[in-house]
């Protein structure tokens, strides 16, 4: 009897433990919030917007040749670092709309963006020849769904998320734990 009741009070202990724990990852975004606040300190651009367009572009590389690139537009939702107010803003990023195996954005593990869709993008510094992409690659894009922001289809950075701790437990699901929209804003806010 005594047995029992200590058992089934442990057992509450380590329930609360659970719930305490999943709280606090949830409000700080655990390791992908670490990453995230390191992201937005160093992205030029950080915010929340829908696709417009994605319009394929050829960039001239010095000394000659060319490397196929698209320009996106975005409407601006909601500024979070680099723009001051909601409007458009528009970023030429290595590789074809579509990506593709032999692409050089998808072998570099950039995402693609699809028009119509919204995204929270952390965009790097333009390089002198007017590329940017998002930091750390395609870990610096997330697609937004219903108030949760959700890592983009695809093999970039899933690795460095899985030894995070961070990965989603359905291995069908590449897109990682989700993350609050409030909780993003406070992570980038915090990190500025």
């Known amino acids: 009897m005594r047995f029992r009741r200590r058992l089934r009070e442990l057992a509450g202990w380590l329930l609360l433990a659970a719930i305490a724990r999943g709280a606090m990852a949830q409000t700080s975004g655990g390791a992908d919030g670490a990453m995230l606040a390191q992201f937005a300190r160093g992205a030029e651009r ?98 937004v769904e219903g108030g949760r922001s959700y890592w983009l289809h695809g093999g970039h950075g899933l690795t ?13 699901d590449k897109r990682g734990l989700p993350i609050d929209l409030d909780v993003l804003r406070g992570i980038v806010r915090g990190a500025l």
């Not at 995402?111 to 333009?126: K, Q, R, S």
């Not at 030894?163 to 291995?171: E, F, I, M, Q, V």
Request: proline content about 7%; aromatic content about 8%; overall charge positive.
């Open 46 to 143: 950080v915010f929340r917007g829908r696709c417009l367009s994605a319009e394929p572009v050829t960039v001239a590389l010095p000394g000659g040749g060319a490397v196929e690139a698209t320009r996106y537009v975005f409407t601006v939702a909601e500024p979070l670092k680099g723009l001051t107010r909601a409007g458009r803003t528009a970023f030429v990023q290595v590789g074809r709309p579509g990506g593709g195996e032999d692409d050089l954005g998808y072998r570099v593990g950039l995402p693609t963006y699809e028009p119509g869709a919204e995204y929270v993008l952390f965009l790097l510094p333009e390089s002198k020849r007017g590329l940017t992409s998002p930091a750390g690659a395609g870990e610096g894009a997330l697609r």
């Open 160 to 172: 460095a998320r899985a030894l995070a701790g961070a990965a989603s437990r359905n291995a069908d």
